[in-house]
């Protein structure tokens, strides 16, 4: 939290330097990362070292009034305030970050701490803070490398720090999971007006360094990305935030499910298993060319070519960053993608990650309202008729697809293509002698929504789940993932 302060007043210290910097077609900013303080800056190459030397020298030498201690204090005690107040879906991805790193806090604790923070205790802290140091940077563009080494040269003289020691440059670490192993911890959203509920769900795969691994999770995410939405948000209409991919913890990779809904966490967390049920069919009877198309698609992604410079800097520094120095990690995992198969795909998400697994290992994060659910009855919509006719097999899908079925409807209710009573539905299905007799159960399945056709009970947890009550008791007593280590047999500077 001193860090964090100590960049606000730093950055408030140069405001009036900055706007003359931009003037001169210069820009710079200072943020706080996990590890310690990130610098940039860029613009014109031959007035770049003048901008850096200005700014470590402030970071050194920086004066601070008891008045603009105040002002910064409070503005970032009110941004932590304010994220309080964030949908609950960012609660819930948040909270997943907490459970799965060694070193991130609760907003709360923030806001605590920096209450509790006096100016005298912050004076102390700048001087030790930088007084033993580990320095890393990138530099690219029109910059000649003794000019680099120069500008850097000037950089430690200013500040004169003594390197770090090898046994401290411990990074961040991510709680690892064991196979078999599913936890959920539930918490509530904390404005009581809000009626939404949130759920993030989180399959924990790999290490980023398992590059079949993680490419065969990275073509999953891909396939999924669709029918997760289209199931999910469009056909079920949980709520309007819903969205899947990978969620990397500290270069420990996984599968993760976020969903913003009305309906209670414990119903969502449901539908999220019914859904990876269901993706684990669409995997199956993908055929050969679709599959390859979605190879291709990857592939052509990762060989996109940089659109500027500020994007390939960015890649780069994601690579220091991670301290994997895997500066060549698109042309490994273009190699790698060739030689997945559909088949191996699908041992990889029968292994994985598909729900009833042995192997697969989870955790949920569930934000619940404070406000009582209203559970709306679902209508009878062609798409909600026909997963159900289909599923009680009134219907076969190989014979009447979807969009017939739905040209039946609305040539029969109207262009909506819903049926708006009992009544005209129950004629329709008379009309075209389907489930003759059984109106009333197909209705009672229509009306139960999606978890009607389930074999889960949506009103509890699977059996095998562990119930978090505290997570940093949760984070205590898991054990954790190896710290980054170079891919690269050396690193030149």
């Known amino acids: 939290m001193l860090d964090r302060l100590y960049i606000g007043l730093l950055s408030d210290s140069l405001t009036e330097y900055s706007y003359n910097a931009e003037l001169a077609g210069l820009n710079y900013y200072i943020a706080q990362e996990t590890e310690g303080i990130m610098l940039f800056v860029g613009g014109y190459s031959h007035k770049l070292s003048l901008l850096l030397e200005r700014v470590v020298s402030k970071m050194k030498d920086l004066c601070i009034e008891q008045c603009r201690f105040k002002m910064v204090k409070d503005e970032i005690t009110r941004e932590y305030e304010n994220v309080l107040l964030e949908a609950p879906y960012q609660h819930a991805s948040y909270y997943l970050s907490f459970a799965l790193s060694n070193r991130k806090w609760t907003y709360n604790d923030l806001i605590t701490q920096v209450r509790d923070i006096q100016l005298e205790e912050l004076q102390a802290f700048i001087p030790l803070a930088i007084s033993t140091l580990h320095i890393e940077a990138l530099v690219h563009g029109s910059m000649e490398k003794e000019a680099v080494l120069g500008m850097f040269s000037k950089i430690q003289d200013i500040l004169t720090p003594r390197p770090l020691l090898p046994s401290q440059w411990a990074g961040s670490r991510a709680v690892a999971l064991s196979d078999g192993q599913h936890f959920v911890y539930t918490l509530p959203v904390y404005d009581n007006n809000e009626v939404n509920s949130a759920i993030a769900y989180y399959s924990q795969v790999c290490r980023v360094t398992e590059t079949g691994l993680r490419n065969r999770l990275f073509l999953i995410a891909q396939i999924a990305e669709e029918p997760c939405f289209n199931q999910l948000r469009t056909r079920e209409q949980l709520g309007y935030i819903v969205f899947s991919g990978i969620k990397n913890v500290h270069g420990t990779l996984g599968f993760r499910v976020i969903i913003q809904s009305e309906r209670e966490p414990v119903y969502l967390e449901n539908r999220v298993l019914d859904f990876l049920e269901e993706l684990k069919k669409i995997i199956q009877e993908m055929s050969e060319a679709d599959y390859q198309a979605q190879v291709d698609s990857l592939i052509a992604e990762k060989q996109e070519k ?74 009878l919509t062609a798409e909600n008729v026909y997963s159900v006719l289909t599923a009680l097999n009134y219907l076969d899908k190989k014979d009447i697809s979807e969009d017939t079925f739905r040209d039946w409807v609305i040539s029969y209710a109207g262009d909506a293509a819903q049926f708006k009573t009992e009544l005209e539905f129950s004629q329709f299905l008379e009309s075209k002698k389907i489930g003759t007799g059984q109106v009333k159960t197909i209705l009672e399945k229509i009306y139960q929504g999606p978890s009607g056709l389930s074999q889960r009970d949506h009103s509890r947890l699977p059996d095998k789940y562990e119930v978090i009550a505290d997570l940093i008791d949760f984070r205590r007593r898991m054990p954790l993932s190896p710290a980054a280590v170079s891919v690269l047999n050396s690193v030149y500077f």
């Open 306 to 379: 940089f659109k500027n410079l500020f994007e390939e800097g960015y890649r780069y520094w994601s690579n220091i960053m991670s301290a994997y120095y895997e500066f060549n990690e698109s042309t490994t995992d273009v190699l790698e993608l060739k030689k997945i198969t559909k088949d191996s795909l699908l041992a990889f998400y029968n292994n994985y990650i598909y729900p009833t697994s042995s192997m697969a290992r989870t955790i949920s994060i569930h934000l619940k309202s404070q406000k009582v659910p209203v559970e709306e009855k679902p209508s």
